[in-house]
């Protein structure tokens, strides 16, 4: 696994339910709003709403808040105006850094962005500084007691997937960005539990980051995550994974 995923596996673990939840939720109905309205209200003919509402559901999300976003993305209530920003930047140690946003307001985000990285030893970059850094890939995660290595690779060995690595207590399912709606349905039908399904950016090559600079790139990591337009961070740190453990 990255340092991002395994830093994510961690910081699970770590915060309380109810805020996480508060936070997943807002991402959610954010992504969830911006699919409707770019694609459709219709998940069969809109494959990223489709993913979107597959996540709010393993969430637990009510289906009368899933409901509510499609419709605003769809225009059939009122509702924000989102639009999406990826801004591209560097961490402590000259580490990689995509970071997507969905926001209503985007010289507050940018500002505030810039005003995270800083803090923290890092600073933003110009449009296509890192993003080279990065392929784009599906990725599945899926719970070890959910399935073991043999059951994934029996299922999914013929659909695109490129690796299956465990970590922990999860297991991380590589694929081709257009396999990862056949290899979902087919979990899906073999009843298999997915914590997530989605595109990621993967980083081709990791920056070993250690003592100082290490510390400063997780709390980093920690307040992009709390940042409210935040979606999704993308990066190619490699922390011991001891450190990461005893942080925060």
């Known amino acids: ?31 969830i709003t911006v699919a409707a309205r770019m694609g459709g209200g ?3 003919g809109n494959p990223r709403l489709r993913t979107a509402v597959l996540a709010a559901k393993t969430a ?22 989102y639009e999406e ?18 926001t209503d307001n985007r010289n507050r985000t940018v500002s505030e962005i ?10 933003l970059g110009s449009a296509g500084s890192v993003n080279w850094m990065f392929e784009r890939r599906g990725v599945i995660t899926v719970p070890a007691g959910a399935a073991n290595e043999d059951r994934l690779l ?11 690595r465990q970590e922990e207590d999860v297991f991380e399912v590589v694929c081709e960005p257009e396999a990862l709606e056949n290899a ?27 003592g100082n600079q290490a510390d400063a790139m997780l709390k980093l990591m920690d307040d992009l995550d709390d940042h409210d337009d935040v979606q999704k961070v993308s990066s190619n740190f490699d922390i011991d994974l001891e450190t990461m453990k005893s942080a925060g």
Do not use: C
Not at 14 to 22: I, L, S, T, V, Y
Not at 114 to 123: D, E, F, N, P, V
Not at 154 to 164: Q, R, S, T, Y
Not at 184 to 207: N, Y
């Open 42 to 44: 219709d998940e069969t």
């Open 154 to 164: 029996e299922l999914l060995l013929d659909l695109g997937v490129e690796d299956i």
């Open 1 to 31: 696994m990255s340092g991002h995923s395994k830093w994510a596996t961690i910081r699970r673990k770590k915060e309380g339910k109810d805020a996480a939840r508060g936070r997943v939720f807002t991402r959610l109905i954010k992504e």
């Open 60 to 81: 637990n999300m009510p289906a009368a808040n899933i409901e509510r976003g499609i419709k605003k993305g769809t225009g059939e209530l009122p509702g924000t105006v």
């Open 114 to 123: 810039r005003h995270i990285l800083a803090k923290r030893g890092g600073s």
């Open 85 to 102: 920003i990826v801004y591209e930047g560097y961490g402590p140690g000259g580490v990689a850094l995509l970071i997507e946003t969905v």
């Open 184 to 210: 979902k349905g087919v979990l899906d039908r073999a009843k298999i539990q997915m914590i997530s399904a989605e595109i990621s950016m993967i980083p081709q090559s990791f920056v070993r980051v250690e």
